[in-house]
C-alpha cells in the first residue's frame, strides 16, 4: 500500500501529508504537552513567580517545541523529500533549504 505524500496540488491549493495514525497521535501527544507548559508558564507569571523560575520554564518549552520540529522534519525528510526526490522533483530541496532557513532565524 503506497502512502499518499506531499501530493502535487491543484492550482491555489496547498500540499497535503497524509500521516499515519502512530505519526499523527505523536506529534499531537508533544504539541498537548507543550501546551501545558505554556499554560503553566502563564500561570507562574500570573502568580508573579520569581524570573528565574519562569526563564527555565521557557527554556523547557522552548526545547521540547525544538523537539516537536525535529520529529516533523524527520518524518518530512524520510517520506515527502525521497518520494519526491526519486521522482524526479528536485525542487523540493530549494524547498527544504528555504523550510531549514525559516527554522534556523
Do not use: W
Not at 505523536?26 to 528565574?52: D, H, T, W
Not at 521557557?58 to 525528510?77: I, K
Amino acid at each position: 500500500m503506497e502512502e499518499k505524500c506531499c501530493c502535487a496540488p491543484a492550482e491555489g491549493e496547498h500540499k497535503l501529508r497524509h500521516r499515519s495514525p502512530e505519526e499523527y497521535k505523536k506529534l499531537c501527544n508533544r504539541l498537548s504537552r507543550i501546551e501545558g507548559q505554556i499554560r503553566g508558564i502563564r500561570r507562574m507569571l500570573e502568580e508573579s513567580a520569581y524570573c528565574p523560575d519562569i526563564l527555565t520554564q521557557t527554556a523547557a518549552a522552548n526545547a521540547a517545541l525544538n523537539a516537536f520540529s525535529r520529529e516533523l522534519l524527520r518524518q518530512h525528510l524520510q517520506s515527502c523529500v525521497v518520494k519526491d526526490l526519486r521522482d524526479g522533483h528536485d525542487e523540493v530541496v530549494d524547498e527544504l533549504l528555504d523550510t531549514l532557513g525559516k527554522m534556523m532565524k
